[in-house]
């Protein structure tokens, strides 16, 4: 009875624990000007958003208006 307790548990953690939102498409960071890179990214209902970084690796990264 323990294990199938246990057993229907991990199960169900394993069923309704994950995400059915898939991760964002983003571009590749872009040089903007010195010192500036910046990054789109789309997610699958088409709402885009804008990150801008000090370097192509994404560092210090924050999210900015897309306009």
């Known amino acids: 009875m323990k294990y199938s307790l ?3 548990i991990a ?3 394993t069923m309704f624990g994950t995400s059915a939102m898939a991760e964002p498409s ?3 960071w872009n040089w903007q000007s010195e010192g500036v890179y ?3 990214c789309v997610n ?3 709402s885009r ?3 801008q970084a000090t370097d192509a ?3 210090n ?3 900015v208006s897309c306009s």
């Open 44 to 46: 699958d209902d088409g």
């Open 61 to 63: 990264a924050k999210e």
């Open 26 to 28: 983003c571009g590749l």
């Open 38 to 40: 910046f990054q789109v």
């Open 11 to 13: 199960f169900a953690a």
């Open 49 to 51: 958003h804008c990150y």
């Open 57 to 59: 690796n994404g560092s």
């Open 6 to 8: 246990l057993a229907t």
